[in-house]
């Protein structure tokens, strides 16, 4: 049902700026370019988009603490290695690679949840020198209240349900 409520997101086109459920049949590119104006500061975003193709993130993408973005992704997701800031939801069927046009020397923090269905996120940045040894490449920092976003639960027609387990440390 979610998908034929989905509005199409034109080719070389804006990531959405608003609520709701998107569609991009072909791959995307999202750049300085293609990011809505005043996105960083937007409050309580919180869009659904379907990525039918792989999806390059050749820009930051910082939100608002209060917003966040649902990408659903059936190839690959690419960082490119001079991105240093990626805040969302990915969830992939194919590929996920935090520098995925050569390697990176800078820290990549995401803010958000990755997963994907076939393979390990490819974590391919390395600080070069001393600071590789003590300080994390890649950072994702797990974030609760991206999954109790009001308008993402709105699109999503369900309320979250979050379990938490303790586990024993061995």
């Known amino acids: 049902k979610i998908g034929s409520e989905a509005q199409t997101i034109p080719t070389n086109s804006a990531i959405p700026g608003s609520a709701g459920v998107y569609i991009s049949n072909t791959s995307m590119t999202i750049s300085n370019s293609s990011l809505p104006s ?3 500061n937007a409050t309580n975003l ?3 988009v379907f990525v ?5 993130i050749d820009a930051n993408m910082q939100l608002d603490k209060s917003s966040t ?3 659903i992704v059936s190839g690959d997701v690419g960082i490119k290695n001079n991105v240093n800031r990626v805040d969302g939801m990915f ?3 194919g590929e996920f690679m935090s520098s995925y046009n050569s390697s990176s020397n800078d820290q990549l923090v995401i803010t958000g949840i990755v997963a994907t ?3 390990s ?4 940045r390395s600080l070069n020198g001393t600071s590789n040894i003590t300080t994390p490449a890649e950072i994702i920092n797990y974030n609760p ?4 976003n009001n308008n993402l639960i709105s699109n999503l027609k369900a309320a979250p349900t979050i379990t938490w387990k303790e586990i024993i440390a061995r």
């Open 145 to 148: 209240r991206t999954l109790l």
């Open 52 to 56: 039918n193709g792989d999806l390059y």
């Open 121 to 124: 996120p490819n974590l391919s």
């Open 46 to 48: 919180g869009p659904i």
């Open 91 to 93: 969830f992939v069927d």
């Open 69 to 71: 973005i649902l990408w």
């Open 117 to 119: 269905s076939t393979t």
């Open 38 to 40: 005043g996105y960083s």
